[in-house]
């Protein structure tokens, strides 16, 4: 098996057909190898009937599995699809994501080609059903809307603010995973059964700087681009601001991440420098739009973000 596309779901019945179709589209003119592992992270609605009515006329270049998770949490399918792939390379896509039709291939050539790349991710467009709001363009990045650019690159470690692909439509070496990622990830993503999202979308980042703290690579392939289907509800004021909140509850813990293991004790000196610098950069912020928090969805957002990472010191996993 030369490639695995790895699809994390919960009460996907609506959302996964629509992947599926797309995978069912991919070009494959290099004859590759591949599986799609659908990963129902305890799911109560028809994710597996459809799953299994689709396995039924599947593509004969490639397979189609269905895997259950019982154990609630983004974090977890993801690691039970790292445990279940054959193959080294593995494609992830959400339940709202629709690959080009040319994403296989180029993810498989770009891990030929890249052989010390622990992980890639290439373009995210959006894909709405109500027209673009006015203030998009400043939030996107929350909802895992992500264009680096037409050119090839690599993340570097040092840089300021330090980066790494989103999760969404980014591939992963088995390999790289297994070597450098806690089984036990401190921040596990949403749990959509019982509605937490105060961590929401930040387990793929704590595993992308495990791995970025080694000698694999992490990098940009703008050949791989997905679309990302966004519902009107993800566009509402209180969604984004529940999820600004949980980005930046989740900073102190990818603080440490970002460290090597020798550095982190040294968190617990840097800590109290810490609060008294995020204090005062949400005091300010405060005083400074208080009067615009009503009118200002973007500005609302980033309040919401600063009080997450003032917070994010207590927040246990």
Not at 51 to 64: A, F, I
Not at 66 to 71: G, I, K, R
Not at 157 to 175: E, L, T, Y
């Amino acid at each position: 098996m030369k490639f695995t596309v790895a699809i994390c779901t919960y009460n996907g019945q609506d959302r996964i057909p629509e992947v599926l179709d797309g995978l069912q589209q991919q070009t494959n003119p290099e004859g590759i190898e591949w599986e799609v592992v659908v990963v129902d992270n305890n799911s109560s609605d028809r994710t597996a009937e459809v799953v299994s009515q689709y396995s039924k006329n599947w593509r004969g270049d490639s397979q189609l599995r269905y895997v259950f998770e019982a154990t609630q949490g983004a974090g977890y399918a993801r690691q039970r699809a790292i445990q279940e792939a054959k193959s080294d390379l593995i494609g992830f896509l959400d339940d709202d994501n629709l690959p080009k039709e040319n994403w296989l291939v180029e993810a498989y050539r770009f891990g030929q080609e890249h052989p010390q790349a622990g992980v890639y991710g290439g373009i995210i467009h959006p894909k709405l059903d109500v027209p673009l709001p006015p203030y998009f363009n400043k939030i996107k990045s929350l909802l895992a809307i992500n264009n680096p650019g037409s050119q090839p690159f690599r993340y570097q470690r040092n840089d300021k603010p330090r980066k790494v692909p989103a999760g969404a439509g980014c591939v992963v070496r088995q390999q790289a995973w297994k070597e450098r990622v806690p089984k036990q990830l401190q921040l596990q993503g949403r749990d959509e059964k019982n509605k937490k999202t105060l961590l929401i979308g930040n387990e793929e980042t704590e595993a992308f700087f495990y791995i970025q703290n080694s000698d694999w690579e992490i990098w940009h392939n703008p050949a791989m681009e997905i679309w990302h289907h966004l519902p009107s509800k993800r566009l509402e004021k209180e969604y984004l601001l529940k999820l600004s909140r949980g980005f930046g509850l989740a900073n102190h813990k990818l603080r440490m991440v970002r460290l090597y293991p020798w550095q982190r004790p040294l968190m617990i000196l840097l800590t109290p420098l810490y609060l008294l610098s995020d204090g005062y950069k949400l005091a300010s912020y405060y005083l400074r739009y208080r009067h615009e928090f009503d009118s200002d969805l973007t500005k609302a957002c980033e309040l919401q973000a600063r009080i997450g990472r003032f917070m994010s010191p207590f927040v246990r996993a």
